[in-house]
């Protein structure tokens, strides 16, 4: 298995731009997270999608933010418009349902958002 | 509040010698723990999980400790090497439902050759 896929790895945009950052998770995992990993903050989630469906969305910063989950092998976290302190590593994990609570997650390399 | 905590300062040891990382937390209750390793550029990569009925578990080199009481982990590296250096990150699994796993921000580990 190719792992968790991520893409683009790297991302420079201006203010006020939309951005659209992509995941494709492991096949067969029920469950898909994204994450966001600064310095300050660390790793935070900001959604999990359950079987497509977002389950806990309480993470997202603000109505900027957008996640979608439309087939099982693919998701986006959409941003916009865009502001200098989105600037972070955006990461994308999933994990399988079968012994959920002793499974660990897998996550892909991440995507690096700059915004100037 | 709720929080994990981990060493923000880099640990620095010999190689050979046994390093240990702590990862502390506040106002949960998890039932598993998770150690994640975590390389520049790269995602956090699973090492280790224990339970919250298992006070020790091992792999290799690797040992990790849970001791629910003082709501606190360990996770030792024995006979450290270069190759060992790395960002360290734990994670409460909280089995509520959620599926979910609630990150410290990682200890940064540096072995001197």
């Known amino acids: 298995d190719a792992g968790v896929i991520q893409s683009p790895r790297h991302e420079v945009t201006e203010m006020g731009q939309e951005v659209t950052l992509r995941c494709k998770p492991i096949s067969g995992h029920d469950y898909l997270f994204w994450y966001r990993q600064t310095m300050m903050r660390g790793l935070e989630l900001l959604i999990y999608?359950?079987?497509?469906?977002?389950?806990?969305d309480s993470g997202m910063p603000e109505d900027r933010f957008s996640a979608k989950m439309p087939n099982a092998s693919f998701s986006t976290l959409k941003i916009q418009p865009s502001e200098p302190r989105d600037s972070a590593v955006y990461f994308c994990?999933?994990?399988?349902?079968?012994?959920?609570?002793?499974?660990?997650?897998?996550f892909g390399n991440g995507t690096r958002l700059t915004v100037t | 509040s709720q929080k994990i905590e981990q060493n923000s300062e880099a640990l620095n040891i010999q190689e050979g010698k046994t390093a240990t990382l702590t990862c502390n937390y506040t106002n949960y209750s998890p039932a598993y723990l998770q150690w994640y390793r975590q390389d520049p550029g790269r995602g956090p990569v699973f090492l280790l999980l224990i339970r919250e009925n298992e006070k020790e578990k091992r792999k290799e080199r690797l040992k990790v400790t849970f001791d629910t009481t003082l709501k606190q982990s360990l996770f030792h590296i024995t006979a450290s090497q270069p190759a060992d250096s790395a960002t360290y990150l734990c994670a409460l699994d909280l089995m509520d439902s959620s599926y979910k796993l609630i990150f410290g921000s990682g200890t940064r580990l540096l072995v001197r050759p």
């Open positions: 994990a999933s994990r399988t349902q079968s012994g959920a609570y002793n499974s660990p997650l897998h």
């Open positions: 999608f359950n079987n497509n469906v977002p389950i806990d």
